[in-house]
T-cell receptor, first 114, second 111 residues
Framework: NAGVTQTPKFQVLKTGQSMTLQCAQD?????MSWYRQDPGMGLRLIHYSVGAGITDQGEVPNGYNVSRSTTEDFPLRLLSAAPSQTSVYFC?????????????FGDGTRLSIL | RKEVEQDPGPFNVPEGATVAFNCTYSNSASQSFFWYRQDCRKEPKLLMSVYSSGNEDGRFTAQLNRASQYISLLIRDSKLSDSATYLC????????????FGKGTRLSVIA
């Protein structure tokens, strides 16, 4: 069982570069989300999706775009990387549209912006 | 006041000790509550849900106090493997952040 798969696991970018963090789940989960985790800040929601074709902004959406063209995939795009986006990024999914379901997290992507 | 607050710790306890963490929340409309565990440099994993009547899973007991707006996690007979950061999660079906994570409480169990 793959669960939630994030790629890449590590990435170093230069300021101004763009890239896409991939997230895929094979559990047919409707709800997917992206978080960033910084020391002393906890997990902060970037964007989330309650189903294919539907996305919404979370707490810290600026500088990031998402799309949800399929149930399985929820990529996160950094449009023009900035050092403030250095962080650990987690993708999560849960069953159905109810938020009372446990969140399944990917292993995380450690991103450094120079 | 932050919506979800936890004592960051660290809590350093000897093996076999009982330790308790609290998590307070400010939004009275919050509907569901969970405890997650996160090991160093790993992803968070669900530890247990928190039910209104309180619930137990082995050495772990979770309780909810809606009147005072806090949830608690009690760990009995602590093991070295319990060392981790414990995150509380509050769910509300409003606003742009339906799930709110606390910053976590770090526990170190010492031999």
């Amino acid at each position: 069982n793959a669960g939630v798969t994030q790629t890449p696991k590590f990435q170093v970018l230069k300021t101004g570069q763009s890239m896409t963090l991939q997230c895929a789940q094979d559990m047919n989960h409707e709800y997917m989300s992206w978080y960033r985790q910084d020391p002393g800040m906890g997990l902060r929601l970037i964007h989330y999706s309650v189903g294919a074709g539907i996305t919404d902004q979370g707490e810290v959406p600026n500088g990031y775009n998402v799309s949800r063209s399929t149930t399985e995939d929820f990529p996160l795009r950094l449009l023009s990387a900035a050092p403030s986006q250095t962080s650990v990024y987690f993708c999560a999914s849960s069953r159905t549209g109810s938020l009372n379901q446990p969140q399944h997290f990917g292993d995380g992507t450690r991103l450094s912006i120079l | 006041r932050k919506e979800v607050e936890q004592d960051p710790g660290p809590f350093n306890v000897p093996e076999g000790a009982t330790v308790a963490f609290n998590c307070t929340y400010s939004n009275s409309a919050s509907q569901s509550f969970f405890w997650y565990r996160q090991d160093c440099r790993k992803e968070p994993k669900l530890l247990m849900s928190v039910y209104s009547s309180g619930n137990e899973d082995g050495r772990f007991t979770a309780q909810l106090n809606r009147a005072s707006q806090y949830i608690s996690l009690l760990i009995r007979d602590s093991k070295l493997s319990d060392s981790a950061t414990y995150l509380c999660v509050v769910i509300r079906n409003s606003g742009n952040t339906p799930l709110v994570f606390g910053k976590g409480t770090r526990l170190s169990v010492i031999a």
